[in-house]
T-cell receptor, first 113, second 113 residues
Framework: EDQVTQSPEALRLQEGESSSLNCSYT??????LFWYRQDPGKGPEFLFT???AGEEKEKERLKATLTKKESFLHITAPKPEDSATYLC??????????????FGDGTTLTVKP | NAGVTQTPKFQVLKTGQSMTLQCAQD?????MYWYRQDPGMGLRLIYY???????DKGEVPNGYNVSRLNKREFSLRLESAAPSQTSVYFC????????????FGSGTRLTVV
């Protein structure tokens, strides 16, 4: 059974204070690892896909990295508008019938001005 | 704007009532999904459809049925609502059978009393 564990559950940062969110996963053959951002009362918004260990993706102040067991979402010099819940999800290679994703519970990031 | 449209946004049902949640996407995606999101339990897959004409059970299908009406539309039906089905329901779609991130709708907040 695929499993995704995210830590910490909540993270409070001062504006400009860089940090990282962790996503540990167990999957029988990784097809892809995904990061999403979710604002209160809205659906998750897709950020990145990582396919293999060593891969990195960047978008503005966010950088996602991947190893064989975990992924990190690094936030550099965050701003208050980066406050959101960040979700991690995995798809197993054996799910040939569809891109079923298993999600973690998320990390809620609050950035104070 | 292109995306996934869900209706209704809010609904209150009495125990035993039935209802259908509607979802439509205009991105020509093959795969569509229904998830529920509960505090502390993350997003859990109810049903999915890899392509038009096919549907499969996810992690928590009991009490639900789905219909892939055509390539655009994927509906979720609660035949006899129970308080345990109080949740936020998200529909999502993706480009192909796997390896792609999802586009989510804005969600339906359902309360069963």
């Amino acid at each position: 059974e695929d499993q995704v564990t995210q830590s910490p559950e909540a993270l409070r940062l001062q504006e400009g204070e860089s940090s990282s969110l962790n996503c540990s996963y167990t999957v029988s053959g990784l097809r892809g690892l995904f990061w999403y951002r979710q604002d209160p009362g809205k659906g998750p918004e897709f950020l990145f896909t990582l396919y293999s260990a060593g891969e990195e993706k960047e978008k503005e102040r966010l950088k996602a990295t991947l190893t064989k067991k975990e992924s990190f979402l690094h936030i550099t010099a965050p701003k208050p508008e980066d406050s959101a819940t960040y979700l991690c999800a995995v798809q197993a290679r054996e799910n040939t019938n569809a891109g079923k994703s298993t999600f973690g519970d998320g990390t809620t990031l609050t950035v104070k001005p | 704007n292109a995306g996934v449209t869900q209706t209704p946004k809010f609904q209150v049902l009495k125990t035993g009532q039935s209802m259908t949640l509607q979802c439509a996407q205009d991105m020509n995606h093959n795969s569509m999904y229904w998830y529920r999101q509960d505090p502390g339990m993350g997003l859990r897959l109810i049903y999915y459809s890899a392509s038009e004409g096919t549907t499969d059970k996810g992690e928590v299908p009991n009490g639900y049925n789905v219909s892939r009406l055509n390539k655009r539309e994927f509906s979720l039906r609660l035949e006899s609502a129970a308080p345990s089905q109080t949740s936020v329901y998200f529909c999502a779609s993706s480009e192909d059978r796997g390896g792609y991130g999802y586009t989510f709708g804005s969600g339906t907040r359902l309360t069963v009393v």
